[in-house]
């Protein structure tokens, strides 16, 4: 093994003082791969076994906790207590393998298809379009607002979705406040033009993603030990005027380090991507802005396009404690084992179209995957 790589192939303690066995995690990724119902399938059990042996973590593709939060075909569901079983294959089959299995729970907002949701109706903050992606743009469809009854029925849904987690076997919840949905989209100045307590000012825009890591916190208390993991995603920038900034995400940032999570995931196409506006200098990269502001208060997954173990080296250098693998892992799904075993040099760094039963990829992902050009490297 390069010595080198002891960093990442090291244990790390979480605050809650669970020990994951080494720093480096399964990052998560829809796959589509349900049954229209939301109950999972063999071929996605299957998936997540064969990545789970290498990571100390894996976190899943995201689970709606309502029905109208459902955000893409094929995502299984966790918005009824008759889809425990179905979640539970899901968590023995990572931590069958050894790893941690942590739980995406989300609500998809102003990104839902219609087609997906109840009465095709879409719900967001405010009745404001998407600019680029999501239904609602491309469809034309203006989403309705929330009532204030109704967002309080999300935020409890959030913590119904956790009690199932906890009873389905999985060792923590990770909160899907990045991508777009609706947990972003109450905090994004475009997309949430309400007026009473839930909008306004930046951190009335704060008040439901908080409201949701204190009602999981809550039920996780109630319902779970001191081991149950909780983290929270968050993407940096929206490209849209108005819309997040590094600034604003900075200051999210720092109210969520003091919430007693037991870590902050930051959603990137590039780990060294340097901040676009918000922020005095334009030269750093967005992981040394959020390691400043968290300052060692909780850890910071980052994520993004980290490809070979040099890749993770440097990543490491910048102090990141923990790295996330997304596609990377579906490339090439004993990437760690290879680190481990000094067969870095071996690692798969681009998709070999011919070898989608080897590497274990339901059909639905295999499809979507090779039939969009530069999502991956190789096709």
């Not at 997540?48 to 995201?62: D, E, L, W």
């Amino acid at each position: 093994m390069n010595s080198n790589n002891q960093l990442m192939l090291s244990s790390y303690t979480l605050p809650n003082g669970v020990e994951l066995k080494n720093r480096l995690v399964m990052a998560p990724m829809t796959n589509y791969s349900s049954n229209p119902n939301g109950i999972v399938t063999d071929a996605e059990v299957n998936y997540y076994a064969r990545r789970s042996k290498g990571v100390s973590m894996v976190i899943t593709a995201c689970t709606n906790v309502t029905p109208n939060g459902k955000g893409f075909p094929g995502q299984f569901g966790g918005h009824s207590d008759e889809m425990i079983p179905s979640l539970k294959r899901i968590a023995d089959a990572i931590k069958g393998q050894g790893a941690k299995a942590i739980l995406q729970i989300f609500h998809g907002g102003r990104m839902c298809p219609p087609e997906l949701v109840p009465n095709q109706e879409i719900v967001s903050a405010s009745d404001i379009p998407a600019e680029r992606g999501g239904a609602t743009n491309e469809m034309d469809i203006r989403p309705r607002a929330l009532t204030e009854t109704e967002v309080e029925e999300i935020i409890h849904a959030f913590g119904e979705t956790t009690r199932r987690a906890i009873e389905a076997g999985y060792d923590g919840v990770e909160i899907h406040g990045a991508n777009g949905y609706l947990i972003q989209q109450f905090f994004s100045p475009h997309s949430n033009r309400r007026e009473d307590r839930f909008g306004g000012s930046l951190e009335k825009r704060m008040t439901f993603p908080l409201a949701i890591v204190d009602e999981v916190k809550r039920v996780v208390k109630e319902h779970a030990d001191s081991s149950f993991i909780v983290g929270y995603r968050f993407s940096p920038e929206e490209s849209t005027t108005p819309g997040i900034t590094m600034g604003d995400t900075l200051k999210l940032v720092d109210v969520l380090a003091d919430k007693d999570l037991d870590y902050l995931h930051v959603s990137l196409n590039d780990f060294f991507a340097k901040a676009r506006r918000g922020v005095d200098d334009l030269n750093k990269t967005r992981i040394e802005y959020l390691l400043e502001t968290i300052n060692n208060r909780v850890p910071l997954i980052g994520v993004g396009s980290i490809y070979t173990a040099e890749d993770a080296r440097k990543a490491f250098e910048t102090g990141i404690p923990l790295l996330a693998l997304g596609r990377e892992i579906i490339i090439d799904p004993d990437w760690v084992q290879k680190v481990e075993e000094g067969r870095e040099e071996e690692i798969v760094t681009k998709l070999d179209k011919n070898k989608q039963e080897e590497l274990v990829v339901p059909d639905p992902l295999w499809n979507a995957i090779t039939h969009t050009p530069g999502w991956f490297p190789g096709i």
